[in-house]
């Protein structure tokens, strides 16, 4: 692993904490009535999907053990180029169906980083 890619991965896993604090025990009406909380969870997943695309660049092992690495990369790049066409009910069902996994991918290669 390079150097640098603990610090990405831990921006990752802390992004991943900020998202599931802030959408707990909120419901898709909560999210959709609060354009504070969609902008705050939107950054989140702009520094996840950029610190992702670091990775990528420079430690193509580490990235390809993510699954779906690409379209996390994908989905900030709609974040940041596309924020027009971004479905809110999109975001909430990534945060949903998908950020636990990344979270639990993130953390593992995070601790295993950590223990050597």
């Avoid at 909120?26 to 996840?48: K, M, N, T, W």
């Amino acid at each position: 692993m390079r150097p640098r890619t603990p610090r990405w991965l831990n921006d990752i896993v802390s992004e991943c904490a900020l998202i599931r604090s802030a959408t707990a025990g909120r419901s898709i009406e909560d999210y959709l009535g609060d354009p504070v909380l969609q902008h705050a969870v939107e950054r989140c997943f702009e520094i996840i999907g950029e610190a992702m695309l670091r990775i990528e660049r420079t430690d193509p092992g580490v990235a390809s053990r993510f699954t779906d690495h690409r379209k996390i990369t994908g989905f900030r790049n709609r974040l940041a180029h596309g924020y027009d066409d971004v479905k809110d009910d999109q975001v909430w069902l990534i945060i949903k169906e998908y950020l636990p996994t990344l979270d639990s991918e993130a953390r593992q290669l995070l601790d295993a980083a950590e223990e050597g």
